[in-house]
């Protein structure tokens, strides 16, 4: 089985930063993708950025320029980076990882609220 945990979520002043932490475990092949997706109460989950095991990364186009997602040495670690926080980036943020082990696994941590004060 594979888990998830996220810590760093809370509550900052527009114009701040906070750092998401994101450590998978488990029977995860070495060639993933692991990602941050967010959710605002009434609104679907979004892409927030994406980030490969050769380190390729992709941004939903919200947080360009302002959050930098990163691997970290510990195997299946991964970090956000939110600068320059805005009132509509309040939402849980999700990590997620997916990988192919004789099928496509996909898998969800139970999310950090992240709160945004204007």
């Known amino acids: 089985q594979v888990q998830l945990v996220e810590s760093g979520g809370g509550l900052v002043q527009a114009g701040g930063s906070l750092r998401l932490s994101c450590e998978a475990s488990?029977?995860?092949?070495?060639?993933?993708?692991m990602g941050w997706y967010r959710q605002a109460p009434g609104d679907q989950r979004e892409l927030v950025a994406t980030i490969s095991s050769s380190g390729v990364t992709n941004y939903g186009d919200p947080v360009k320029g302002r959050f930098t997602i990163s691997r970290g040495d510990a195997k299946n670690t991964m970090y956000l980076q939110m600068n320059s926080l805005k009132p509509e980036d309040t939402a849980v943020y999700y990590c997620?990882?997916?990988?192919?082990?004789?099928?496509?696994?996909?898998?969800w941590g139970r999310g950090t609220q992240v709160t945004v004060s204007s």
């Open positions: 997620n990882i997916k990988f192919h082990l004789l099928r496509w696994r996909d898998y």
């Open positions: 488990g029977s995860i092949s070495d060639r993933n993708t």
